[in-house]
């Protein structure tokens, strides 16, 4: 991915759960339910933005599941909502009549990628986060969906990636398991 100025942008997971605390806490107090709970999506389903963006309050309300065909790929996908269940029912509580569970505040439309972009990467600059994307949620999920359960496979299948070296480096987890080894080799 590149930005308007052609630099390549290095959009990584967030690996320190103090700052993914901090990025929760921004988003809260200075973005909005909205992107705090789409946020809390992101990071809990691992779904593109693009499929999140698309979700509508009518498939959410009440499910502790929620299947769909992802965008990107066409295949089908089932998400857990069990952990954030209440905090997800909670807000589309306060959506009175909304479509859309993520709306605009311009008409009867869902938030734009560039503005999820840009509500994340405000919230990322209050906490200190550096190398915020929307594609930071997914592979937050991803990074550590793997830090807890060590399957790589599993984590492949989640993604709908082709290939776990795919998913490795999706995550980051090659280079970060090359710097840690680095660190602690002597001969």
Known sequence: MTSKRGEIKDVQPIR???????????LQRFCGDRDYIM?????????????????????????????LKEGKTKKPRTVSLYNIYDEVNTYIDTLEGAEWLFPSRKGDQPISRVQAYRQLHKAAKMAEVDGVGTHTMRKTFGYWHYKQFKDIAELQEILNHSHPEITKRYIGITQEQIANNLKNFAL
């Open 16 to 26: 320190d759960l103090a700052k993914l605390e901090d990025m929760k806490w921004a």
């Open 39 to 67: 946020f809390l999506m992101g990071i809990n389903a691992g779904l593109r933005v693009g499929d999140l963006l698309q979700l509508k309050v009518k498939g959410v309300r009440g499910k502790k599941e929620i299947k």
